[in-house]
């Protein structure tokens, strides 16, 4: 399996005060779906925003499908970004007033890349989203055309799954999305999730602090394994 991401010696710190992350190594293989697990405050979020590149580490490469993106540009490590990760957020960060076809559409409007996966692969991009949403939505289909703000949770957070798939990405990054959900939902999200990553080649990355859901993952790691610094 070729290599989709790779942490080498990384060392962070907000604001450069005391390490938050200490990794000497860790890294994903394309199609290798990988489930972190660890406590509030263990430095989970703050993983995915280096991996992302939303951050930059003091110390150490974060080597991302082939590019290591600690050295490039802030413009061109945001491209990057919108180009090769799609991210689930822990409160989804949809844009409220937007329609769930609108928020779906958004990264093809931040990456050409992604843009042109959609077409290939559904003949447009608005054809593309509406596929990403049946498949979520499946027997339930709300109104796509209205404002997401007047969906429920659970239907947000499927939008916001429909979100980072579009075009494909290489790499989905999920913060902890199913803590809002019972556990009948949250586990029929993380198959739905899991099977349209699969549809698409895109390799899952999950974060949270629920081992029940790491049952459904090949790859299961823990945070003390990955960072040396020493949970509180
Ligand atoms: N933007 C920030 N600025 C300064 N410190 C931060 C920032 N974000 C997180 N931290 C600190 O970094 C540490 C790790 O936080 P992080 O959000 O990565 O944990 P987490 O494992 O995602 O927690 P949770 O499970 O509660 O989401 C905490 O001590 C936190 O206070
Ligand atoms: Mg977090």
């Not at 843009?115 to 109104?143: H, M, T, W, Y």
């Not at 199913?178 to 949250?186: E, F, K, M, P």
């Amino acid at each position: 399996m070729s290599e989709l991401l790779n942490l080498d010696l990384v060392r962070f710190a907000w604001e450069a005060k005391t390490d938050v992350l200490n990794i000497p190594s860790f890294s994903i293989s394309n199609g290798q779906h990988t489930f972190i697990m660890g406590p509030s405050g263990c430095g989970k979020s703050t993983l995915l925003n280096l991996i992302g590149g939303v951050v930059v580490p003091q110390h150490g490469k974060v080597i991302l499908n082939g590019v290591n993106t600690t050295q490039l540009r802030p413009s061109h490590r945001d491209r990057i970004r919108a180009d090769t990760t799609g991210f689930i957020f822990q409160q989804f960060n949809l844009v409220p007033y937007l329609s769930a076809y609108e928020n779906v559409l958004l990264p093809c409007q931040f990456s050409q890349a992604r843009a042109e996966n959609a077409i290939d692969q559904a003949g447009s991009a608005k054809r593309a989203a509406d596929q990403l949403l049946l498949g979520f939505f499946a027997d339930n289909v709300p109104d796509f055309n209205r404002p997401v703000a007047k969906l429920s949770v659970g239907q947000q957070q499927r939008v916001a799954a429909a979100r980072a798939l579009i075009g494909n990405p290489a790499l989905i990054i999920a913060d902890e999305p199913t803590s809002a959900l019972d556990q009948d939902n949250r586990l029929r999200f993380m198959s739905l999730l899991l099977r349209e990553a699969d549809r698409r080649g895109s390799t899952l990355l999950f974060v949270s602090h629920d081992p029940t859901l790491a049952d459904q993952f090949p790859k299961v790691c823990n945070m003390r394994q990955i960072n040396q610094v020493p949970m509180r």
